[in-house]
């Protein structure tokens, strides 16, 4: 039954953030504009989840997921344009911002919009191939944490519609050039 009233919530937290992720039509990508926000929030694009824990009354017998805690997970994935590079836990490419300086997020406002930062609750966890040596976080300046590797901020692209497309890789927009990395950190070609 928790589990269920679980699922409810995160739909609706979803439903409601989608609703109010529109767009003015004044943000910018490198593709033109922007019909869809990102927004910085944990819960916006569905990029991260907020989750409850643990389900039981006080004693459990596994560890809670990723998706129960908020942790986002980054892995590898395949691409077909670059080969296997970092995605998030729905497959989507992560990109680093050459804007950024060391962990500091330079990306905000209508970046933001059109580069989603890859936010997490709670420690984020690796998945096949990325290396925990390499994940880490940072402290945006609204509070919330994003995700890092290789000491660099990570984000999303919204012109990425399904796992495996890499539209932000060698792009510059923002002031800066967005690459994917790959799984040692490094940018992935083109």
């Not at 003015?24 to 990029?47: F, I, L, V």
């Not at 690796?126 to 000491?151: F, I």
Request: proline residues 4%; charged residues 15%.
């Amino acid at each position: 039954m928790k589990r269920m009233t679980y699922a409810i919530t995160v739909l609706a937290v979803l439903a409601l953030a989608l609703a109010g992720c529109g767009s003015n039509g004044d943000s910018t990508s490198a593709g033109g504009t922007s019909e869809t926000g990102g927004g910085e929030t944990a819960s916006s694009g569905g990029y991260s989840s907020k989750g409850g824990g643990a389900y039981g009354g006080g004693e459990t017998t596994a560890p809670a997921s990723p998706e129960e805690t908020g942790a986002a997970v980054v892995s590898l994935g395949n691409s077909p344009q670059l080969g296997m590079i970092l995605v998030d836990s729905q497959g989507m490419t992560v990109y680093d911002f050459h804007k950024d300086k060391g962990t500091t997020s330079s990306c905000y406002g209508a970046c933001a919009e059109a580069w989603p930062p890859l936010l997490t609750e709670g420690e984020p966890q690796v998945g096949n191939g990325a290396s925990a040596g390499q994940l880490g976080t940072t402290e945006r300046k609204d509070g919330t944490t994003q995700v890092t590797y290789a000491g660099h901020p990570l984000y999303l692209f919204v012109e990425d519609k399904k796992p495996g497309e890499a539209n932000g890789n060698d792009v510059s927009a923002f002031g800066a050039q967005w690459y994917a990395l790959k799984g040692s950190g490094e940018e992935a070609g083109d």
